[in-house]
């Protein structure tokens, strides 16, 4: 079993920065593939940035160049750094981790107002 604890979130004025924090645990193979995904109220689930065991990125379009994913393997943690934030980014965040299965940690409110 995996569990997947995340932190970070929090409400935040337009153009301001976040980053959010997932700490995995358990029983995790080498070869993985960590990620944060947000949803809304209405509609899919969608991936925002993931990054696998040998580092390659991919990001969504309407968040590249604002938001940077990296992880720590040592510490089975991943990040995601959110800068220039806008309303739009307003969701709940979900860690995943996939590697034979996918995994989800229980979600972190971002919002952003002024």
């Known amino acids: 079993q995996v569990q997947l604890v995340e932190s970070g979130g929090g409400l935040v004025q337009p153009g301001g920065s976040l980053r959010l924090s997932c700490a995995a645990s358990?029983?995790?193979?080498?070869?993985?593939?960590m990620g944060w995904y947000r949803q809304v109220p209405g509609k899919q689930r969608e991936l925002v940035a993931r990054?696998?065991?040998?580092?390659?990125?991919n990001y969504a379009d309407s968040v590249k160049g604002r938001f940077t994913i990296s992880r720590d393997s040592a510490k089975n943690t991943v990040y995601l750094q959110m800068n220039n934030l806008k309303p739009e980014d307003t969701a709940v965040y979900y860690c995943n981790l996939a590697n034979s299965r996918n995994y989800w940690g229980q979600g972190t409110q971002v919002t952003v107002s002024s």
């Open positions: 990054i696998t065991s040998g580092s390659s990125t």
């Open positions: 358990g029983t995790i193979s080498r070869f993985n593939t």
